[in-house]
């Protein structure tokens, strides 16, 4: 009764935006759509004869990201709950749809995306947020039951189909998305120190069986540990992002002044865009990047700190361990700090399925904030 | 309470969160850091080779011509034209004007245009210039050339073994394109210019130009006039003797410049035979520089002057010849087995009697003769601006026997080169003066600029000038009357001595394997051109008098037919007077077809003058003694 009350009194109040995440997502989105301009317009106009090809698209991403991220401001997050079954069901089914031969795309040997007619989208991007909606529900049903095994068994169950569908596809990098952020919400579920130990127990055994399963992983490991011996093979792409970096230097070649753009580095608008801003922006460049993130990031556990319900805390704290996550295992990748896996950059990458989701996502933090307690 | 304790709990959680992801960010922000500002240079340094296409600049390769100035080697450079698709603007516009440029079909040269797929396609290779000049005149983008040097051999077989090949990427492989191949090569250009992955030049790029500096010319000692005459010469001499190899070398005796110098077989260097590596090799080797062989009875002529320089010998001196001398209870033959009894020094030569020498050789004594040997630069070598010069082999003076250096005396037990042989008869016959022997005498840059000149080539005085006057005139015998009398060509002052030596294959004698060589110079009081002929295994005759003198002779006679050396006349009279052995018949009262009967039959030409049935007389008279092939004036 004295939460509810509590609540009244706060709903009267103004809604407030936070405006610190608004304003550093809509200046990453915007500054994404002018580095996937540089690093693709060259390529674009090869491929595709217009070198803004990758930039409109990006374009419309963003404006349809926008839509759903207004459109998640003013949905209270808690109709959410509604439909949870429904937007696992949906991605269980998308992610299945991958292996309909017709209806997948099979890319570089993975079939990552459907295609829709209109326009391909990658299920697995859907399929992380609705687990993570999936996880906060369940999480916050469990309640004291967190501690024990059944209260975070629906979760794990979960979590453990999204991330098998996902690795079927194949598509390390996302599992390992999900797989991080299981663990992260499980932590701060509250799980108990023992279900802690014994969850990640296995998570990490797996890594080396799935990299023993495809030999392009163990190649692409083997590359990692020494790429200037495959620079022209497997290396080859870790090798190109290394040279467009240590090229920036300090504070970059300039905008649109990448030498590595010119078809050196593949993908260098999408996942190694953060290569290329290495390059052209410098050192100090990518730290204001890393800076803009940190706000996003920070915005998003004060939103799960201050949520007034478990469930905006924990859904809250999803989305925003999905964006970390994604972060760094982008830089670490393009750094040749781990080894090579394809993921994009939140809010800069090239990608409208991505980029859609993202903003629709903050919009659902905006409005977790909006009803927030403080 | 609970709840309170599980808020504070989420608190703690979620700051443990953000500090692990903090933490992260933190740790790859170290990572950038090292990568962009600290290894920075050392990882960009590896990049620029990636960055920048080198488009190679070939320096064109000098010219090597012969002392006249005619050509011996150039380079030509050709242009391949190829087209990158990712830049071409208008298929059609490109297609045309390649098709017009090269003179191929416009289907054909369509179907290469339009080739995807690849980053280039050649088009033509090996344009000349002026297709490129008309391309550039209606340049559309799309269309690149590379320049490519090839050598050209203007005779193709010549002097094959000493200018020896050049490598596909320019380089002199063997003789004298390898010698000389720093001053021939040049420096090749760079350009360098930005491009994407896939070659691509990139609009805005910069370029780095540095251009090719062109190869010097070399010009060569080599005289092509005679050099091309002597190529035939040799290589029909290798044939009618059925001979594995055949040699000759022409020199300078005053200089010891090289004006020709062949060995057959050879092949063609506008066609290097490189699928077959082993012959390559073999045919490629200049073994009239390289190898050495026992001399035979040739090397008389240096036993002779080192004799006479110490004053062992002179013309008047006397010597027998009893067909063997036994030397330390060893009998060493003369080749007449019946003797040549006594003869004059001279007559020794002309002979070319074994024991003559050996007694020379026993008054010149092995110290004397080997520091001779030494002065003569045939254990020293020359310093031959040639690869791999050889060197002479002598027995060490430690086990030198009597019968060892009495061999040596008339050239056997001693092997040298035959470049070491002609070399040192040069010196004997010049006035004793050791010349270098040498093949360029000049290197400059196409303009002009003399980079390097063979100015003296004067070694050291090794006999004093009196030898060559005595020596010349001995030689000279032994070709008008001697064996050497097949290099003999009436109305020319020639000298020379014959050899043949026996080859040794394993340490023994090999059964019928001959070297015939014959060594000639002319004329004899101030000799100009030394010849040298050598033909290895000849089979059949197998003797220098036989075999190779009249080699020298047709070598003589092309170097007088080109260089225009006028006969003496009055030697040619005398010349002709000596082996007159026809009488002429009295052919007085004789119709014309009766006289012409008989003169056919004699050998003897003949022309008419006056009118009349009946011959009045003749010229020369009759009785009188002409030579087979003379002319007899028959006067109605």
Known sequence: ?374 | MQTKYTYVSIKKRLFAVMMAITFFLLALSIRLLVLQVVDSEKIVEKAYGQWLRDLPMTAKRGDIVDRNGASIATSYTTYDIYVRHADIESEEAVTNVLANATGKSYDEVFEKVSKRGYSEVLVASKQEKEVVNYIIKNYQEGIFFTENTSRQYTYGDLLTQILGFVSSDGNGQSGLEAKYNKYLKGVNGLSLVESDLKGTTLSSSLSYFLPAIDGLNVQLTIDLNIQREVEEIIERARVENGAKSASAIVMDPESGEILAICTKPSYDLNCVPRDDIKTLLELSRATVLTDVYEPGSTFKIITTAIALNEGVTSVHDYFYCGGFRIVNGVKINCHRRSGHGSQSLEQGLKNSCNCVFMELIRRIGLEKFYDYLEKFGITTGYGVDFPGEGRGVLMPKSIVKDGDLFRMGFGQSIAITPLELINSVCTAINGGRLMQPHFVTKIATADGNVVFENKSSFLSQVLSPSVSVDLNKMLREVVSSGGGKHAKIDGYDIGGKTGTAQKYQNGAIADGKYVASFIGFYPTDKPRYTVLVVVDEPSGAYYGGVVAAPVAKSIFQAIFDTCETPRDENLYSRDRLEHADIKVPNLIGKTLTEAVRILTALGLQYLTMGEGEKVKDTIAAAGSMVSSGDIVLLMF
């Not at chain 1, 990658?122 to 906060?136: H, I």
Request: proline share 4%.
């Open chain 1, 1 to 374: 009764m004295k939460i509810a009350k509590f609540q009244i009194k706060k709903a009267k109040r103004q809604p407030r935006i936070d405006y610190i995440l608004v304003f550093s997502v809509l200046l990453l989105v915007l500054f994404g759509i002018l580095m996937v301009y540089s690093a693709s317009y060259y390529g674009a106009e090869l491929t595709y004869g217009d070198k803004y090809f990758f930039m409109k698209k990006q374009i419309v991403g963003a404006v349809l990201g926008l839509a759903g991220m207004v459109a998640m401001y003013f949905v209270p997050y808690q109709k959410l709950k509604n439909i949870r079954w429904v937007a696992l069901g949906l991605s269980v089914v998308l992610l299945a749809l991958v292996f309909v031969p017709g209806l997948g795309v099979k890319v570089y040997g993975a079939r990552r995306w459907i295609n829709l007619g209109l326009f391909t989208m990658q299920p697995s991007e859907l399929a992380k947020f609705a687990f993570v909606l999936f996880a906060s529900v369940s999480l916050s049903n469990a309640k004291r039951n967190v501690k024990e095994f059944k209260g975070i068994l629906p979760t794990i169950c979960v979590g453990g189909l999204i991330c098998l569908l996902i690795i079927a596809e194949p598509n390390m990098s996302i599992t390992m998305c999900v797989g991080i952020t299981m663990v992260c919400m499980l932590f701060v579920g509250g799980i108990s120190a023992k279900h802690f130990c014994l969850l990640l127990i296995p998570i990490v055994a797996l890594v080396p069986v799935l990299i023993f399963m495809e030999p392009y992983r163990l190649r692409r490991l083997v590359a990692f540990l020494n790429p200037w011996e495959s620079a022209s093979g497997e290396g080859f792409q870790l090798v190109q992002s290394l040279y467009a970096i240590a090229n920036g230097n300090m504070f970059g070649v300039g905008l649109f002044n990448s030498r590595q753009k010119y078809l050196f580095l593949p993908f260098a608008e999408s996942d190694f865009i953060f290569s290329i801003i290495a390059e052209e922006l410098g050192f100090l460049g990518v730290m204001c990047v890393i800076v803009l993130y940190l706000l996003v990031i920070w915005r998003g556990i004060k939103t799960a700190k201050n949520a007034t319900t478990r469930f905006g805390c924990y859904l809250s704290t999803g989305i925003t361990t999905i964006i970390a996550t994604q972060l760094l295992i982008n830089i670490a990748v393009v750094t040749g700090s781990i080894p090579p896996t394809g993921l994009p950059l939140p809010f800069i990458s090239a990608g409208s399925t991505s980029l859609v989701v993202f903003m629709s996502a903050i919009g659902v933090v905006l409005n977790i904030s909006k009803q927030s307690k403080i």
